[in-house]
Each structure stands twice: as C-alpha cells, then as structure tokens.
C-alpha cells in the first residue's frame, strides 16, 4: 500500500501558483520524497524528488517540512499543460526498488 | 519523448493468444520495470531488472513472463491472460539501483485489452 497520503483532487486558475500537499507521517531517515505527475495517455514523468532540505528544478519546487513527515509541491504558475495527477510518493529505503505509487491528485487547471 | 519506447501503443488479443510487448531505452540505464495500471487504481510494479538480472518478482502470476536480454530492452510475454489482465502496462528505467534515490524515466505504455 501506498505510504503517503494527498487529497483526491484540486484545482487551480491559469497563471496562479499551486501547492500540492503531501503527508508522509511514517518517513524514514533515508526514505526519499519523490514527485511524479502523469498526463492523460501517457507514462508518469519525474518532477522532483527530495531528501531533507527543499529543491528546486525548472518544473517545481519541493517544500518539505522540518520533521519530514509532509512536503509541498509547488508549481509556481500553472498552466493548462500542468492538468496532471500528481503522485507523491516515499521511497522504501535504501535497497529496495519499491517506489510505491497511490491513487495521486488529479489538478484541473481553469482558464 | 523520454527515451523509453514501448510497442505496441494498444494491442487486443484473446484469452488464448499469445503476445509480448517491448520496451527499449536509450538512455544507457542499468535498470528496467514493468508496472501495471488498471482502470481507477495505482500504479502496481510487476518486475524488476538489474544489469540483466530480475532482482524483483511482486507476485505476479505465471501468464505473464518477463524476458531481459540485454539491458536496453525488456520484454513482457504474454499468454492465456483473463479479461481482468486488461490494463496499461508501462515501461520504466532509472539509471543504476537499488536505490530509491533513483529517477524512473517511464515509456508511453501498451493499453492492454483482453477479450
């Protein structure tokens, strides 16, 4: 089963920033916070991911908090290509192959 | 284009067919993964490849049957499959592992239909 924990569904305005919460209460030290997003009829793509400290890449930027038992996505101005779900997802540490998808939040973008 | 390619795009066969679907990457990656996505549930990872070894097996049933022959292509062999096997089944890569600090690069995925 999946570890995290993301609301089923959000939206957004066109041009606004978004923040996608995640809650991951049973992380690990070593347990990475990856980001993925998949678009209708294509694979999941990588956004970002994270151990510790917050990142940033040209997609987004990953906010995750001190006790890294919840993270934030951030997508600081979304556009229509943006309508994706959203998958937060906790490594299983160190070994282990396991990237363990859940059912992710759907994000609708408004015009 | 993500450089994980995977053929065919749809595919529709019988309970009694048998059919394989391939992967190929060009990235130069060490690792691949078969995950399967049915219809309002998550992603579920079937098989895992390493340097050419299966170093993960989920449980999966005897009718699918995975084959790596060299680490740029991965086949998934299919064969007397139920209609509940209908599903998307997709294609990924990182560059070594295990590791769970890895990048997945996924391909487009075959949409499975089993009739």
């Known amino acids: 089963d999946a570890k995290t924990t993301q609301p089923n569904s959000m939206e957004s305005n066109e041009e606004e920033p978004v923040h996608l919460p995640c809650n991951h209460s049973?992380?690990?030290?070593?347990?990475?916070i990856h980001w993925y997003r998949q678009l209708p009829s294509q694979g999941p793509e990588y956004v970002i991911h994270g151990l510790t400290s917050n990142v940033n890449n040209r997609m987004a930027s990953l906010a995750i908090a001190e006790d890294r038992k919840s993270s934030t996505l951030i997508l600081h101005r979304a556009t229509l290509r943006d309508a994706a779900v959203y998958y937060c997802?906790?490594?299983?540490?160190?070994?282990?192959?396991?990237?363990?998808f859940g059912k992710g939040t759907k994000l609708s973008v408004i015009p | 284009e993500t450089g994980v390619t995977q053929t065919p795009r749809h595919l529709v066969m019988g309970m009694t067919n048998k059919k394989s679907l391939k992967c190929e990457q060009h990235?130069?990656?060490?690792?691949m993964y078969w995950y399967k996505q049915s219809a309002k549930k998550p992603l579920e990872l079937m098989f895992v490849y390493s340097l050419e070894e299966r170093v993960e097996n989920n449980s999966v049933p005897s009718r699918f049957s995975p084959e790596c022959p060299n680490s740029s292509h991965l086949f998934l062999h299919l064969h007397t499959l139920q209609p509940e096997d209908s599903a998307l089944y997709l294609c990924?890569?990182?560059?070594?592992?295990?590791?769970?600090?890895?990048?997945?690069?996924f391909g487009s995925g075959t949409q499975l239909s089993v009739l």
């Open positions: 049973t992380i690990s030290g070593t347990d990475y």
């Open positions: 997802i906790q490594g299983s540490g160190a070994g282990s192959y396991q990237l363990t």
């Open positions: 990235l130069g990656h060490n690792a």
């Open positions: 990924a890569s990182s560059q070594d592992g295990p590791s769970t600090n890895e990048k997945l690069f």
